[in-house]
């Protein structure tokens, strides 16, 4: 699937909920369904900055794609973390770096969090966008 398409997949899945609270249940859910990050991944090069709580954001490329894990400490951002893991997580780095993420926006996610959630929110796509641009820059000079 695309990105474009995974993201109309999530609009989907969040417009069967009016109420926030619901909202931010499926967000909990989707954090609690995610496989807990390695240990050996938590060190301080993997922390986002810019984030209220803690995030690890662990990037590796396979087979010319990102694969992206992550674990927060707070339920709700590690909800999120696990909404852009599964838009952008296994695309190539051009796929990602090409992208709009307007999923964010479309599904209120923006409005409704914390000024300094939303300031995370930004700072973790931000990584991975970095995380992307590392990997082209690195493919091509092979």
């Not at 954001?57 to 852009?84: C, H, N, P, R, Y």
């Not at 300031?119 to 966008?129: A, D, E, I, T």
Request: glycine share 8%; hydrophobic share 40%.
């Amino acid at each position: 699937m695309t990105i474009n398409e995974l993201q109309d997949e999530v609009i989907a899945e969040f417009s069967d909920f009016d109420d926030w609270m619901d909202r931010y249940q499926l967000l909990i859910d989707l954090g609690n369904e995610q496989e807990p990050l390695d240990e050996k991944y938590k060190t301080e090069q993997n922390l986002i900055e810019g984030c209220q709580s803690r995030v690890w954001l662990q990037a590796d490329e396979v087979g010319g794609k990102v694969i992206f894990k992550a674990e927060s400490d707070a339920l709700i951002v590690k909800g999120i973390i696990a909404l852009l893991i599964k838009v952008v997580s296994g695309h190539t780095p051009d796929e990602i770096l090409n992208s709009e993420l307007y999923f964010i926006d479309r599904i209120g996610l923006k409005d409704h969090l914390s000024p300094t959630r939303s300031n995370g929110l930004l700072s973790m796509v931000k990584q991975m966008r970095m995380y992307a641009l590392a990997f082209k820059a690195k493919g091509t000079k092979g």
